[in-house]
């Protein structure tokens, strides 16, 4: 999926940067679990003041 970037395992899980639309999720989490993922928790990660300055600041989309 050309719209998953910056996959890293940190600690136990998964995080990774979305480019895509809030909407296009759903899919993303659908191939995660076709694929053998076992997900156990999907969500968006809350925005913090320095994520909210690189992406203004830089023009970052994840």
């Known amino acids: 999926m050309p719209q998953v970037v910056d996959v ?22 659908k191939k995660l679990v076709e694929a053998g993922v076992p997900v156990v928790a999907f969500y968006p990660k809350p925005e913090n003041l320095e994520d909210l ?4 600041s830089t023009g970052a989309t994840n």
């Open 53 to 56: 300055f690189l992406r203004l």
């Open 8 to 29: 890293a395992v940190v600690k136990e899980h998964i995080e990774m940067g979305f480019t895509g639309k809030r909407e296009d999720l759903p899919a993303v989490h």
